[in-house]
């Protein structure tokens, strides 16, 4: 049981080149998230997945797209690179989230993270 | 938007010291999540607490919702609890999917 796992761990960009970051998890979660963490700041929320094949925008969308083809999987796209997009990026997920307050599946589990230099 | 502070943002401990870190949120939430940030950058779940209160090993949380606050207890701290402590709360929305992020407290234990 590898939880959430995430590829690559490095990598380096040029401006304008184009990527995919892959995220898979294998605790058969519904939701899917992906975060971007800058200095001395907590993760923001980029993009997140309630089921297969559906996507929504979070906190800080802007020049990054995602698909969900298969419920283990969520990627994360950059079309175009950009120097702001520097950054480290986490991938959670976790159950079908419950409005009850005490829900155990409510609870997000993080992937190691994939740190991105785009120069 | 939920707004998540953190106190205080570092904390400098001798190895052995107690220490209670702080986290207020602005709105009622349905989930309050601690994390641990380690040297390497990787993110560990520590207590899902959207209330009450939970205790693993030497680490201990407190969450009290209706005055919106949940604290971090560390006791007879070691060097290998330094790093980043973040906590976070989410709002469950019809529309809207947030879990934010407070900006952390920074630890250092020093032997």
């Known amino acids: 049981n590898a939880g959430v796992t995430q590829t690559p761990k490095f990598r380096v960009l040029k401006t304008g080149q184009s990527m995919t970051l892959l995220c898979a998890q294998d605790?058969?979660?519904?939701?899917m998230y992906w975060y971007r963490q800058d200095p001395g700041m907590g993760l923001r929320l980029i993009h997140y997945?309630?089921?297969?094949?559906?996507?929504a925008k979070g906190e800080v969308p802007d020049g990054y797209n995602v698909s969900r083809l298969k419920k283990q999987n969520f990627l994360l796209g950059l079309e175009s690179a950009a120097p702001s997009q520097t950054s480290v990026y986490f991938c959670?997920?976790?159950?079908?989230?419950?409005?009850?307050?005490?829900?155990?599946?409510?609870?997000?589990?993080f992937g190691p993270g994939t740190r991105l230099t785009v120069l | 938007g939920i707004q998540v502070e953190q106190s205080p943002p570092d904390l400098i401990l001798q190895e052995g010291a107690n220490s209670t870190l702080r986290c207020n949120f602005s709105?009622?939430?349905?989930?309050l999540q601690w994390f641990h940030q380690n040297p390497w950058g990787q993110l560990i779940n520590l207590f899902y607490?959207?209330?009450g209160t939970k205790q693993n090993g030497r680490l201990s949380a407190t969450t009290v919702a209706t005055e919106r606050y949940s604290l971090l207890y560390i006791s007879s701290s070691q060097t290998t609890d330094s790093g980043v402590y973040f906590c976070?709360?989410?709002?469950?929305?019809?529309?809207?999917?947030?879990?934010?992020f407070g900006a952390g407290t920074t630890v250092t234990v020093r032997a």
């Open positions: 959670a997920s976790s159950h079908r989230t419950s409005g009850l307050l005490n829900s155990p599946y409510n609870e997000q589990f």
């Open positions: 605790m058969n979660h519904e939701y």
């Open positions: 997945s309630v089921g297969e094949g559906t996507t």
């Open positions: 709105d009622s939430v349905n989930n």
């Open positions: 607490i959207p209330s």
């Open positions: 976070a709360a989410y709002l469950l929305g019809t529309n809207d999917y947030k879990l934010s």
